[in-house]
């Protein structure tokens, strides 16, 4: 097993900030000289709270408190923004928004995308003939060069931004509610709701539409089949594979199938909840089913959940502090407050990650070196710690972490278990 297998593999976990000191990236017996399968699927707007391993109160994510009791949990892991299309730009590149350029959300409108000079984790895995697939929400750029088939995926099935951001035949839930889809040809924008009713929400099969508007009470079962057979294909093919998994779920409008007896407030919102979660479970049973022994599975989310859909919003958990409480402030999402980025994070390697564990280390998207830095490397018992936790420099990355804002700005720092939030602070 050469330098490449290493690289690959390092540069696969690296990019998502999976890096840890107690896995072990070396294989035998009947995974020797294989290389190993990632499967990421990240939530949208989810809660660090609505992790039920996390937080007791929850009790509506049984799949995903199976996974991780049956591998790590990280309870102090963090998006690389508080707002999507950076964070997912990060997830994708290993580099916060500063460096890619994308320190915003894409609009409906936007004719750009994640910078085509930037490089994504699909790419480098597909260059070393991986298999590679994206199933879900991309928002990282919906026009030519910009798709995900020119981005790294030799397969994509999902929707070009959020499903809030085209009307749809089916409207879910939502605060303020949106209406179903205008019929005739004129616009029909209400300005007093926020709801985007001028064009259909498209799904995307490729490089075609195969559905507008989306049906959203289909969308996850469609995600889950072709999330499913995209394993299956992959791993009769023989050659192995990273699927990407960008879900609908937490974000509103919540496409709720199966609705509890009073569907109102938590309920509601707790119903979702177990439909993603039935789905994640869906993914990871497929896994088990075909390439348990070589495949790394990470879940975790893009960022906070968004408090201002009020019981349609996610839980923080813990993180409200008294600001919050008597200031009428928000810890959630588009803030730099804690349960703004701070999110669930759970990790399932049968035979190569720890079971039952839970990680308390200070953990972040991108937080390692990129493929240039990791050129180098030629050894398999290279430590994963000591090239994202270097114990000979006092001070440096391993203490100091923060997150992008505005014109250079950097909105917060995290020194140990210190946190200071700043709009004028620019390193």
């Given amino acids: 097993m050469g330098w490449l297998f290493l690289k690959v593999l390092l540069v696969g976990v690296s990019f998502s900030g999976f890096l840890y000191p107690l896995v072990d990236f070396c294989f035998n017996g009947k995974t020797r000289g294989q290389k190993p399968n990632f499967v990421i699927i990240l939530a949208d707007d989810?809660?660090?709270?609505?992790l039920g391993a996390n937080w007791a109160e929850t009790k509506d994510t049984t799949n995903l408190d199976k996974m991780a009791s049956e591998g790590m949990r990280f309870v102090d892991f963090h998006a690389a923004a508080s707002t999507c299309s950076p964070s997912r730009?990060?997830?994708?590149?290993?580099?916060?928004?500063?460096?890619?350029?994308?320190?915003?959300?894409?609009?409906?409108?936007?004719?750009?995308?994640?910078?085509?000079?930037?490089?994504?984790?699909?790419?480098?895995?597909?260059?070393?003939?991986?298999?590679?697939?994206?199933?879900?929400?991309?928002?990282?750029?919906?026009?030519?060069s910009y798709h995900p088939n020119f981005r790294g995926f030799d397969y994509y099935f999902g929707i070009p931004y959020s499903h809030d951001m085209g009307c749809t035949d089916t409207p879910g839930y939502n605060h303020p509610p949106c209406p179903a889809c205008p019929q005739g040809d004129g616009p029909s924008r209400n300005l007093q709701r926020d709801c985007y009713t001028d064009v259909a929400l498209p799904l995307y099969e490729n490089l075609n539409i195969v559905e507008q508007p989306v049906n959203l009470s289909s969308l996850a079962q469609k995600y889950a089949e072709k999330a499913t057979q995209f394993i299956q294909q992959a791993s009769t093919s023989g050659r192995p594979f990273l699927l990407y998994v960008g879900l609908a779920h937490m974000h509103v409008p919540l496409p709720v199938t199966q609705l509890p007896a009073a569907p109102q407030g938590g309920r509601l919102y707790g119903a979702g909840l177990r439909e993603m979660d039935g789905l994640v479970g869906q993914i990871k049973d497929k896994v088990d089913r075909t390439a348990k022994g070589n495949t790394f599975l990470w879940f975790t989310g893009d960022n906070g959940p968004w408090a201002q859909k009020c019981e349609l919003a996610g839980s923080v958990g813990p993180f409200t502090g008294l600001w919050q409480t008597r200031q009428g402030g928000c810890p959630a999402k588009q803030t730099t407050w804690e349960g703004g980025h701070r999110v669930p994070a759970l990790a399932y390697w049968p035979g190569r990650v720890p079971v039952n564990v839970t990680s308390t280390a200070l953990l972040r998207?991108?937080?390692?070196?990129?493929?240039?830095?990791?050129?180098?490397?030629?050894?398999?018992?290279?430590?994963?710690?000591?090239?994202?936790?270097?114990?000979?420099?006092?001070?440096?990355?391993?203490?100091?972490?923060?997150?992008?804002?505005?014109?250079?700005?950097?909105?917060?720092?995290?020194?140990?278990?210190?946190?200071?939030?700043?709009?004028?602070?620019?390193?």
Wanted: with cysteine.
């Fill in 46 to 50: 989810i809660g660090w709270g609505d």
């Fill in 89 to 144: 730009a990060s997830l994708l590149t290993g580099r916060l928004g500063l460096r890619n350029g994308v320190t915003h959300n894409f609009a409906v409108t936007s004719v750009g995308g994640l910078p085509l000079n930037e490089t994504t984790l699909a790419e480098v895995l597909q260059q070393a003939g991986y298999v590679t697939g994206m199933i879900g929400k991309w928002h990282l750029g919906h026009h030519g």
């Fill in 365 to 427: 998207c991108c937080s390692t070196p990129t493929v240039g830095q990791l050129e180098s490397l030629e050894s398999c018992r290279l430590s994963a710690w000591s090239v994202t936790r270097p114990s000979t420099l006092p001070v440096g990355p391993e203490h100091v972490m923060g997150a992008p804002g505005l014109s250079c700005s950097i909105s917060f720092l995290l020194f140990s278990t210190w946190k200071m939030i700043s709009r004028k602070l620019c390193l």
